[in-house]
């Protein structure tokens, strides 16, 4: 039974190798921007990413994957959350240590 | 300091070798990543908010000049070029691969160091007085036992899979330095009237959602004793703690439901049905760890240095750094050098592998070769010669190491927050660096004198907040941090744990309520009284109304 | 579920007996420590030797005046970290004097193997389709210890240590990078 969803929701995961933050992207690989993600508006829009994450959980590419909900901007994704805003801008602290490409984008702060 | 012989290099490359042997299953899909995540966890590899973070232990905060260059080496080739140093005189490296985790480890093995039980819910890196062995005010040197204590803990067969984490904690000088009474056990040597040592014993100290204070369960333990004494608390633990809820699953939880008096009666029952001879060690084992533990080959000095004190009149700012980093040694002639992790807008912790380097360098050239780690997250040097302190200090300089403000407003601790930690609930580094940058200034610092700032980034408490003189705890509401300072707590020989003076405050008004509280505390004192005499003598109202008032 | 002894596969001869289920005149059967206690008189009477399974939170205490005639105790594990069965055999084993086959059932993982052995467990009850080679390999990866007092083929440093404990200076204590004799 499909989850019940708010908003707009992409699907995000770590690396296994090597912990990095990825986004379950539209061409079905993992992508490290969050504005490559596939994006689901609808309940069983999201548990088809979940049935797909699941797969590559599976197949040991990646770990501790889930749903979260965004903001479509229109020229990308910002998620609702502000601990998954923070997880994709990285550390704040060490700006060069930024892994994100958007990182300054998903987060004004 | 202890050193490897032949059973425990093996023990540490064998462990190396199951942990490989783990990975590789784990890669290959032999191992789920539930299954895995707790193998992991007990080898010190946390899944982070961007990565992966390994967390060495650095046994009782001691390390040597080879340690700590293979640290470097370590941040250098695997990581971003630097390591952050804990509150649990451990380090940690914030974007290891988990490919090259094993390879980590095998660097530390040739360097006699691990990562063994640096996390999961068995007993963690037993710490210490970090000046043990040189400070004028010790009974005994803790380290020995702190040493016994880590051998025995190391994969032990039954306690390894407790209820939740385990955290041991040991002293043997007057001063508590190692915060003993906020630890599941907190172990005090102290001197009977015939003049032996023993030790007394706590349980059930925490930090977390419900800071408690240890009771003591045995106020004289001798000191052969202790392992099989503490397989009877570790027991009674393992058997009856709380496993049904992760936040009520301490020591401490269980200290509390039964009553500080039931629980001691149950540790002494299992006591007495322990046979302690086949757990203790042979007496000529201690003494094998205590030959290690032996004074190094100090000179013989006159207490007294002309060369420092000309020094000393000469430059103001060598003056401070000796004033607030450097402290009385039991040996004449030599120093107890502090050095400050901590400066002006830093993060506090962090130290750069050329910084690493340079300590270990001083530690080779001035020290005997010995670096300690603070729970403070600072670093010492604990046998300087006092002729030397000037050359030490013109060392430390050169490589931003010599900020003269231990145990000021800016000697902040602070948890690695929501910038590194996938728990946290709110960013602790940055309102540190903001705090310090605003309090930053050296005559004002001086000024206000002794005053420990301690930041967590969530209710875990990593950042010690509760045993903060000021202590901020950094939460979530709708999308914001917020932040709610606590007034009182302290970790020393009288502990206390702070108190919550109001509604919490936004990441642009907390350094503003810290400040208040700060020129509160100046307009009021009597003469000589630091912060904590003085918040203990109004108590929180007159911090309230200023804070309140204005913000 | 497959049994490992002595690290390989081996028959198991027991069967676990529900409460409800009626007691068969002969074989070997598990059963718990309520129905033990009360059916007593029957079961030790019977052909068949009789095991008992203790909960994770029971007292091994409650069945000490049965040992003599129980030939099995199992105990388990609900997750391969809920450790309370390591202390209830450490209990039994030493405190108690129990001497019969202690079997781990649950979540037994090959990475716990060492530490069971250790406390005094003897027969395992694992997965079907684990290996033996990375059970093996995963309970022998380990041959030390430091804990006296335990059980199992792990070497403590009494007995690995042939020579005579190091002779240090203070002076060499100091020294760095220097190795210190075994």
Known sequence: MAKKIKGPQVLTANLLSDGMVVFLGSDGTWRASIDAADMARTEDGAAALEARAAVFVRTNHVVDPYLIAVDDTGSGFVPVAFRERRRIAGPSVQPFFNTQPNGRLAFAG | ?551 | MPLIKDGQFVADSWTVLEDEAEIPPNGDVIVSLERYISEVDVLVRRVGRVGVALENTADPEEIAPHLSDIDLISLTFPAFTDGRAYSQARQLRHHLGYGGELRATGSVLADQAGFLTQVGFDTFEVPSGQSIDVWNTASGSVTLAYQRGYEGSRKTRDKLQTSPAPQLTPDCAAVAGQTVPA
């Open chain 2, 1 to 551: 300091m202890y050193r490897y012989d032949e059973f425990d290099t093996t023990f540490v490359r064998q462990r190396v070798d199951q942990f490989r042997d783990q990975v590789n299953r784990r890669v290959s899909g032999d191992l789920t990543e539930e299954q895995f995540r707790p193998l992991r966890l007990m080898n010190g590899l946390y899944l982070q908010l961007h990565a992966y973070m390994l967390r060495v232990a650095i046994p009782y905060g001691t390390l040597n000049a080879r340690q700590m260059r293979q640290l470097a080496f370590i941040a250098d080739e695997y990581d971003k070029g630097y390591g952050h140093f804990t509150t649990r005189q451990n380090i940690q490296f914030n974007w290891p691969k988990l490919p090259d985790v094993p390879d980590i480890l095998e660097h530390l093995a040739d360097v006699e160091m691990h990562a063994i039980q640096t996390s999961g819910n068995c007993i963690r890196n037993v710490t210490a007085d970090q000046w043990a062995g040189a400070t004028a005010d010790e009974f005994e040197d803790p380290r020995p036992y702190a040493e016994l204590m880590r051998q025995w803990s190391s994969l032990h067969p039954e306690f390894s899979f407790l209820p939740r984490k385990f955290k041991i904690a040991v002293t043997g000088a007057a001063a508590d330095r190692a915060a003993i009474a906020y630890h599941d056990i907190g172990l005090r040597l102290k001197r009977n009237a015939a003049g032996e040592t023993g030790f007394e014993v706590m349980v059930g100290g925490g930090m977390g959602r419900t800071p408690m204070l240890g009771a003591t369960v045995r106020d004289w333990l001798q000191k052969e004793e202790l392992l099989a004494y503490l397989e009877a608390i570790m027991r009674v633990y393992n058997l009856h703690g709380r496993r049904d809820n992760k936040y009520k699953a301490r020591i401490k939880i269980l200290v509390h439901e039964l009553g500080a008096e039931e629980f001691t009666r149950q540790v002494e029952d299992e006591y007495a049905r322990i046979d302690a001879p086949r757990i203790m060690p042979p007496p000529q084992e201690l003494t094998r760890i205590k030959t290690y533990f032996a004074p190094p080959a100090y000179e013989e000095l006159a207490d007294q240095s002309p060369e420092l004190a000309r020094r000393m009149n000469e430059n103001t700012d060598f003056a401070q750094w000796v004033d607030r980093n450097v402290v009385a040694h039991k040996q004449a002639g030599y120093a107890i050098v502090n050095i400050s992790l901590k400066p002006v807008g830093g993060v506090p912790g962090d130290a750069s592998a050329a910084q690493m380097r340079a300590v270990a360098d001083l530690a080779e050239d001035k020290s005997l070769d010995e670096i300690r780690v603070t729970h403070e997250q600072n670093l010492v040097l604990p046998h300087v010669r006092k002729a030397d302190l000037y050359e030490v200090w013109q060392s430390l300089k050169a490589h931003d190491l010599a900020d003269a403000n231990i145990g000021l407003a800016t000697d902040i601790i602070a948890c690695p927050g929501l910038d590194y930690c996938a728990l946290a609930t709110a960013r602790s580094i940055p309102i540190s660096q903001d705090i310090s940058r605003r309090l930053g200034d050296i005559t004002r610092q001086r000024d206000v004198g002794d005053l420990k700032i301690k930041i967590s980034g969530c209710i875990n408490a990593c950042g010690h907040h509760h045993a903060g003189h000021i202590g901020i705890l950094g939460l979530e509401k709708r999308g914001e941090e917020y932040y709610q300072i606590t007034l009182g707590g302290s970790g020393d020989e009288n502990a206390s744990i702070g108190e919550i003076i109001g509604p919490g405050f936004s990441s642009e008004t907390v350094t503003d309520a810290v400040e208040t509280i700060v020129d509160t505390y100046v307009g009021l004192r009597q003469d000589g009284e630091t912060f904590l005499d003085a918040y203990r003598r109004v108590g929180p109202d007159p911090f309230k109304e200023a804070v309140y008032a204005t913000h």
